[in-house]
């Protein structure tokens, strides 16, 4: 049992608790109205919204997962790096259009604008229905990364007391998120990342020294894991597999809902550009961050006999608690966990108040109840982000972790089937909805089908062209079949059919 | 809600020196061509260049975007 980082732990959580429902007097606002609630009123300034994305980009799953990925399988693990680099000019380009339409009409989510800009309701509920799918077991890995700290300071995670730490910590959660909104998420996340950027660069000045440099942790590794092997004549190997991991991923990042309610909830469109040049200060702490696995690779703690039972419980995620452990003292593990505890609850909040704000507005207000009030919208949102966390939690502690891992690999296969309707409908109204609907459902079944045909182990398909093997993301693939299908399918519906959809927005509302 | 008066100013101002955007999507073309930076050597302090080299592009995108930032900031905007 790690007492000393135990406490520190207990202590940061705590404060941060405080925080959490003293949120909802920050700026205040009434907490009744959606807007408020659900996008903490649109006027998070530059500062408040780099760290309020980062928080929610760079999750404690990420923390734990991608330098587990780089001690497992080595540089095609690092994919994350351009992944993160890719992200940002997107979003400096399409975000800003997104948040002066939103702010015009009103718009809350994704599903909002498709509903505004297509005038069709089955292509909105598609995006709203993926948005939340895709989202649910993106929480429940949340939780599984802070089990994973929990069971690294010596709880026993399982049984039934052994889950009382994540129930404890759920509960705490869902109160102030219930109290105060996207309030308390923001001002969480300033914590978060403040013991986030301490833990990383005390890592990367103490670890490499103790273990006696880059060059002898590098020797460590073994060489084909170092660099990205050399593909055979007749296929692209590796190579095409980590550009499309890049690129999938970066394109389906800002269609998850949690992203979309963090950029909406900023104060301008120049608020979003700003951040696009701020924000890869955080790509660079998660490079260093994919550096410790090599770190926890060289130090040998997968065969230390103390982390043993930690690795057989939590698999490759157990390697950077662990390296902790081995390589920081007591007080700074406590710290150093408690960034990746915190770094938890902050995605978590925010993206079940994403899918409250969805389902309350695509779904209930559009198909339940469409004369209910502000107050009610607020209310129902409160309860379902309760909701929401209540299914994550459950999924967690009743259900195989694998399950968790696997839809959340079939989420980002889901999510990026949205990109043709929400950032071609940006600039575009050419593309028909119910085309889109067609290219939308193509994508989802033939993505759910290469995932089938890897055994939902990986995301990686090998696709065959013209007898040439590129191995690369599902995603990637078949959002362009998406996209070939939308194009063809509006092409033929302009030519034999003539039933126009409306559209409530004009050129003016996007710049 | 901002009013309307607001908005059609914004409308009216925009974003100055459009032509310099596509600067910022430099790192879509450099990270395409795999071979140019799957390599060990050179290495930096014991780094293998495959990750440095990635990481060097993560400072020159964010200098990128900030420059582009300021080249077609438009002050009237706001």
Not at chain 1, 228 to 256: E, H, I, K, N, R
Not at chain 1, 357 to 362: A, C, G, V
Request: glycine share 8%; with cysteine.
């Amino acid at each position: 049992m790690q007492w000393t980082a135990t406490y520190v732990f207990a202590a940061l959580f705590v404060f941060v608790t405080v925080m959490g429902f003293a949120a909802a007097r920050w700026r205040a606002g009434d907490l009744n109205h959606i807007n408020e609630w659900g996008l903490g009123g649109q006027r998070f300034g530059t500062i408040v919204t780099w760290f309020l994305l980062g928080g929610d980009l760079y999750t404690a799953y990420t923390f734990i997962a991608v330098p587990a990925a780089v001690f497992t399988i080595g540089a095609l693990g690092f994919f994350a790096v351009p992944y993160t680099i890719l992200v940002y000019p997107m979003v400096f380009v399409i975000f800003p259009r997104m948040w002066a339409v939103a702010r015009k009409h009103g718009f809350v989510t994704a599903s909002d604008f498709v509903k505004g800009r297509y005038g069709h309701s089955g292509l909105a509920l598609a995006v709203a229905l993926t948005g939340i799918v895709a989202t649910m077991p993106y929480i429940a890995l949340q939780l599984v990364g802070l089990e994973t700290v929990i069971g690294a300071l010596g709880f026993d995670t399982h049984g039934a007391m052994g889950h009382m730490p994540l129930i404890i910590a759920f509960l705490i959660l869902a109160a102030f998120t219930y109290s105060s909104g996207l309030r308390a998420p923001a001002m969480i996340a300033i914590v978060k990342d403040l013991l986030i950027y301490i833990t990383v660069i005390a890592a990367i000045v103490i670890i490499p020294a103790q273990l006696g440099g880059w060059a002898t942790i590098f020797a460590a590794v073994p060489p084909e894991k170092v660099t990205l092997p050399t593909p055979p004549a007749d296929s692209l190997g590796t190579w095409s597999a980590y550009v499309t991991l890049a690129f999938g991923s970066a394109f389906a990042l800002f269609l998850y809902p949690h992203s979309m309610t963090g950029v909406l909830s900023a104060s301008s469109g120049k608020v979003i550009r700003r951040n696009a040049a701020i924000l890869p200060a955080y790509s660079l702490v998660l490079a260093l961050l994919a550096l410790l696995g090599y770190m926890a690779y060289a130090s040998g703690v997968a065969t230390k006999p103390e982390f043993a039972e930690g690795f057989a419980k939590y698999g490759a995620n157990f390697a950077v608690p662990a390296l902790f452990i081995d390589q920081f003292q007591g007080w700074f593990v406590g710290i150093a966990f408690a960034a990746i505890g915190i770094g938890a609850l902050v995605p978590a909040a925010i993206m079940s108040i994403a899918i409250a704000n969805l389902y309350t507005r695509n779904i209930y207000k559009e198909y339940l109840k469409s004369d209910c009030t502000a107050a009610d919208e607020a209310r129902v949102a409160k309860l379902v982000s309760l909701v929401a966390k209540a299914g994550a939690l459950v999924f967690v502690l009743a259900l195989d972790t694998k399950l968790a891992i696997q839809l959340q690999l079939l989420g980002g296969i889901w999510i990026i089937q949205t990109l043709p309707a929400v950032f071609f409908g940006l600039y575009t109204r050419w593309l028909d909805p119910r085309a889109l609907l067609v290219g939308w459902a193509v994508g989802i079944c033939t993505g759910t089908w290469m995932a089938y045909t890897l055994n939902f182990k990986s995301s990686t398909y090998p696709l065959e062209l013209f007898g040439y093997t590129m191995p690369g993301y599902a995603a990637f693939y078949t959002v362009i079949l998406n996209i070939i299908i939308s194009v063809i399918l509006t092409i033929v519906l302009r030519a034999v059919a003539k039933r126009e959809h409306g559209d409530m927005t004009v050129a003016s509302d996007y710049a | 809600m901002p009013d309307n008066k607001d908005k059609a100013q914004i409308t009216s101002s925009g974003l100055k020196r459009r032509w310099l955007i596509p600067l910022i999507f430099l790192p879509f073309l450099t990270s395409l061509w795999v071979p140019s930076y799957n390599r060990i050597e050179p290495t930096l302090s014991g780094i293998p260049f495959f990750y440095w080299y990635q990481m060097v592009w993560i400072g020159i995108s964010a200098v990128l975007t900030i420059f582009v930032y300021l080249a077609t900031n438009n002050k009237e905007e706001e």
